[in-house]
């Protein structure tokens, strides 16, 4: 059984929790700031466990766990307006996702891997290196591949693209499914790593 321990319950970190749930046999550790929202969390995933009958386990945790797999999905909370400049993403999450990874420091097991998902991944895993060995950034395949989509048609303001990317920086969604695939690619490889002779 792979111990997972998820911080940030918003929509990345919840369903992220449901699919680990469902994929993985394992015991699923959920974190949050806001308590009474982390207990309807956990209430709600172990009653899929039950209906699905999955053999995994959801258990809400104030504390950093022992566990093979973290993922990181904190966050400061977002103002009216999400910032659009990465550097104001990276002084408004740089603490918090510090703060963990220094928790994360004091009870990891030694082959553990630290997963990012939080914005700006790339700037906080090479940050949180210093602290903790196997931090990956995650969650950028989806970003990447319109960025791609956009550099090799030459059009960057084509209103589908450009949609999606305004509904996406407004907090809107698109990215979400996206980032907790990418998430769940890594945590499996990890997993069959594990069970490889």
Same mark, same amino acid.
């Given at each position: 059984?792979?111990?997972?321990?998820?911080?940030?319950?918003?929509?990345?970190?919840?369903?992220?929790?449901?699919? =680990?749930? =469902?994929?993985?046999?394992?015991?699923?550790?959920?974190?949050?700031?806001?308590?009474?929202?982390?207990?309807?969390?956990?209430?709600?995933?172990?009653?899929?466990?039950?209906?699905? +009958?999955?053999?995994?386990?959801?258990?809400?945790?104030?504390?950093?766990?022992?566990?093979?797999?973290?993922?990181? =999905?904190?966050?400061?909370?977002?103002?009216?307006?999400?910032?659009?400049?990465?550097?104001?993403?990276?002084?408004?999450?740089?603490?918090?996702?510090?703060?963990?990874?220094?928790?994360?420091?004091?009870?990891?097991?030694?082959?553990?891997?630290?997963?990012?998902?939080?914005?700006?991944? +790339?700037?906080?895993?090479?940050?949180?290196?210093?602290?903790?060995?196997?931090?990956?950034?995650?969650?950028?395949?989806?970003?990447?591949?319109?960025?791609?989509?956009?550099?090799?048609?030459?059009? +960057?303001?084509?209103?589908?693209?450009?949609?999606?990317?305004?509904?996406?920086?407004?907090?809107?969604?698109?990215?979400?499914?996206?980032?907790?695939?990418?998430?769940?690619?890594?945590?499996?490889?990890?997993?069959?790593?594990?069970?490889?002779?």
């Amino acid at each position: 059984m792979v111990i997972i321990q998820i911080f940030g319950m918003g929509h990345v970190g919840s369903l992220l929790a449901y699919r =680990c749930a =469902c994929e993985f046999d394992s015991l699923v550790y959920i974190n949050d700031i806001d308590k009474e929202k982390l207990q309807s969390e956990e209430a709600d995933l172990q009653q899929a466990c039950l209906v699905e +009958h999955l053999p995994s386990e959801v258990r809400l945790s104030n504390m950093v766990e022992e566990a093979d797999i973290y993922v990181i =999905c904190a966050n400061a909370p977002k103002k009216a307006s999400a910032p659009d400049d990465r550097m104001e993403l990276l002084a408004a999450n740089a603490p918090i996702v510090m703060d963990i990874a220094h928790e994360i420091a004091k009870v990891r097991k030694e082959m553990s891997m630290t997963l990012i998902i939080t914005n700006p991944s +790339h700037t906080l895993a090479a940050e949180a290196l210093d602290i903790i060995p196997f931090a990956v950034p995650t969650g950028n395949l989806l970003d990447n591949a319109r960025l791609r989509m956009c550099r090799a048609t030459g059009q +960057h303001e084509r209103p589908s693209i450009q949609e999606k990317y305004d509904l996406v920086k407004s907090g809107k969604g698109y990215t979400q499914f996206g980032a907790i695939s990418e998430a769940v690619v890594y945590i499996r490889g990890y997993i069959n790593g594990l069970e490889s002779p």
